[in-house]
């Protein structure tokens, strides 16, 4: 008491004594003000009301504000179009450059000019162009680092053939294009040789990083088809973009033996960066290959390399992104060296600098000036030129070295993906003045076509040449038995997930088998680290069953629509049980949360189509969330929802038997009575037994398995200290959701719970 009376006193005279002094100095400082300036200065004549509206007006206006402004727009509504779009299947990308476009004069300029001026005023373009160029260096060193060269390596022959045929013929087709539109699209001063090489590249590049996330996301990866367009896509980037430098250097030479010197600049950095600074940099690599070891001048030092060799492809002559691609491809091929790297600089490049470069691009987008219905007719041209040169030169430069013509398709969807690449080959042409707005726009328009179609031409693809789906690959024995899908978000959920399959089955029996999924967001996913994050993700898993000297088959697979896949897989299977896990979110119980879950069911598109064709109403009523229902309902096998509360051992069990409809549950009873381990506890406080005769004879059957371990309670024992003893409950859906909607008490004191639905 004494100490904080000391405090309290020794704060009271130190905050006082120099504030007294603190108002002395600022008394005799105004003393010291020139008196006749006093007299004239306005802000004496100003009412404070008018003094914080300029101030506030003025710090609106600020360039600093507007760009901050600017970047949380860009920010929520590339986020809102890019999952608008993986709704409906296609690439989130495809959303980011819509979102582009709606924030440029093609609709916000057009039809709010006012606040599209109050929101990107001419003069703050400048830092949003040089902020996007910063994300986009970082973007294209990702991809730099994802291209795994031992790849390129091992398929060479066959990807080489493909991705060069895949180039050539959409360049010629280009060159020829350009030889139709020169005399009427080119920009003043533009040489034909400088417009057609430019048309040219524009058709024949391929999206690298949309491909490859397309790829995961069909499942394709690991499949040898996946390997060679993976490989086809890699080889054909680092010769477009090879051949975009030398474009780039007689573009801006002006002819093309001017352009010799940039080239052997050009020769000269390449041979510095892969025979000087690539041993280098892989030392460094092997030797910080881990977390702790990536300290900060590690990390600066890996940065200057970046900015060094971006810096010197724009001052030879070939762009600053050239370097920055090159940068990703010399650095240390070591794997967890790329995947500690990718992961300090991919989301910061990915989700706040690369939506800027999007809506940039759409600010320069201006579909307004295709006004007439020629210019449209060139719009078509222009794609339909890509699409066949693309297409079919990968097809049947595919089906040449002895593909199938189901893969050959594939291979040739796959490669006719142009999406952010080819915004950056169209970005780098209008800068240096070879593409004018009007032909600016329509390759624009190319790409978001020949990237749209790429998902639906795969599914038509898989048609009309079926073939088995992934999830077959899962099924490891054709017996009829017991078989357990777990479908598990984190590894410690997996993990309690299969504790809990394991005494549904018989280990014994060859025919009892445990699948484990995991469905990963693909956007949490790159070439470098998928392997890893897979081992990863199921180590808790193995280590569990290795626990339990039982065995699992397990499924990995990025995913786009997470439930869908999950729907999809238990469906497709031998499996006579699904399991999934649901917790609490950070969010349960605040406003915030119910803001969130509420706009999440209202955007659903699920439940719109629902609502549209009256299965349901708009608003969700269900006790457990959306995607949640989504499963229950869709899913044509029994589930099993955990509610996990920290379910460390599965010994004593408990069944509440409610109503006659609960004999569902019998079919999971009957197997954990065979497990000497469980103490089952089964109630029945409104006499369900006797009023259903399948019941009675279950329950007479499992009580012939060992009446110490099996107890039937006709009492309601639903209290705080039975319902603590316990383990895990099982209840059946229907009893589940009437506990909920009633409110009972109980439900606050239950164990973890396993809701199964028949």
Known sequence: MMKNLRNVLFYTITIGAFSALLYFFIKQGKSLENADLLAGDPVATTSSWDQFTDTFQHNLSHPLATLLLQIITIILVARVFGWLCKSIGQPTVIGEIAAGIFLGPSLLGLYFPEFSTFLFPAQSLGNLQFLSQVGLILFMFIIGMELDLKVLKTKAQEAIVISHASIILPFALGVGLALYIYQQFAPDGISF?????????????????????????????RTKLGMMVITCAATDDITAWCILAAVIAIVKAGDFVSSIY????????????????????KRVGDHYSYREGLTKPVVAMFFVVLMFSSYCTEVI???????AFMAGVIMPANQNFRNIFIEKVEDVSMVLLLPLFFVFTGLRTQIGLLNDLYLWEITGLIIAAAVTGKFIGSAVAARFVNQSWRDSLIIGSLMNTRGLMELVVLNIGYDIGVLSPEIFAMMVIMALATTCMTGPALDLIDRFFPEKKWEAAAETNEDPGFSILIAFASPQGGKKMLRLAYHFIQKQLASHHITALHLSPSSYLNQVNTEEYQLETFRPITEEAAALETQFASLFKPSQNIEHDIIETANAGEYDMLMIGIGRTVFEGTFLGKILGFTSKIISRERLFDTISGKEKLFHADVFDERTTHIIKSVKIPVGILIEKNLSKVENIFIPIFSPDDK???????K???????NLAIMDPTNAASQSPEIQSELAAISDYNNDRVRLLHENVLEKDFLQQQDLMIISLDSWKKAVESHSLWLSHSPSVLIVRG
């Open 262 to 281: 940039t080239i052997i600049l050009a020769g000269a950095y390449v041979f510095l960066m892969l025979k000087v600074l690539k041993p280098v940099l």
């Open 193 to 221: 040789l400088s417009f057609a090489l430019f048309i040219g590249i524009a058709l024949s590049i391929t999206a690298f990083p949309v491909l490859a996330r397309i790829v995961q996301e069909r499942g394709l990866s």
């Open 664 to 670: 569902v549950l019998f079919q999971f009873v009957r």
């Open 672 to 678: 954990l009575a065979l497990r000497e381990s469980i």
């Open 317 to 323: 002559g070939i762009h600053a992104l050239f370097g």
